[in-house]
């Protein structure tokens, strides 16, 4: 059994930054790609960053050059700062931890419950 849990979201005005943090916990072997999704009200979730377990790193076209994502590989935890927010980063952000439970095993993928960021122009 796999266990991830977000925390850090909130409200913030347009401009501030909020740090996300996001822990899996449980029989894990390995996890190689960690990363955040989010979803707003009426729109489709769409992934935001992604790192792998070797400190290579994605962003989506709206985020690049304000949110930096990072992870902690011994504590299987995973960050996303985000600065210089803007309205329509407002939405439910999800962690996502692709974990192999095993060696010679395929990864599966485990969502976090989902933390609200919502930014106040």
């Known amino acids: 059994q796999v266990q991830v849990v977000e925390s850090g979201g909130g409200l913030v005005q347009s401009g501030g930054s909020l740090r996300l943090s996001c822990a899996a916990s449980g029989s894990i072997f390995s996890i190689p790609v960690m990363g955040w999704h989010r979803q707003a009200p009426g729109k489709q979730r769409e992934l935001v960053a992604s790192?792998?377990?070797?400190?290579?790193?994605n962003y989506a076209d709206p985020v690049k050059g304000r949110f930096t994502i990072s992870r902690d590989n011994a504590k299987n935890t995973v960050y996303l700062q985000m600065n210089n927010l803007k309205s329509e980063d407002t939405a439910v952000y999800y962690c996502?931890?692709?974990?192999?439970?095993?060696?010679?095993?395929?990864?599966?993928?485990?969502w976090g419950q989902g933390t609200q960021v919502t930014v106040s122009s």
């Open positions: 996502n931890s692709d974990v192999r439970l095993r060696d010679d095993g395929p990864t599966f993928r485990y």
């Open positions: 790192i792998t377990n070797g400190g290579s790193s």
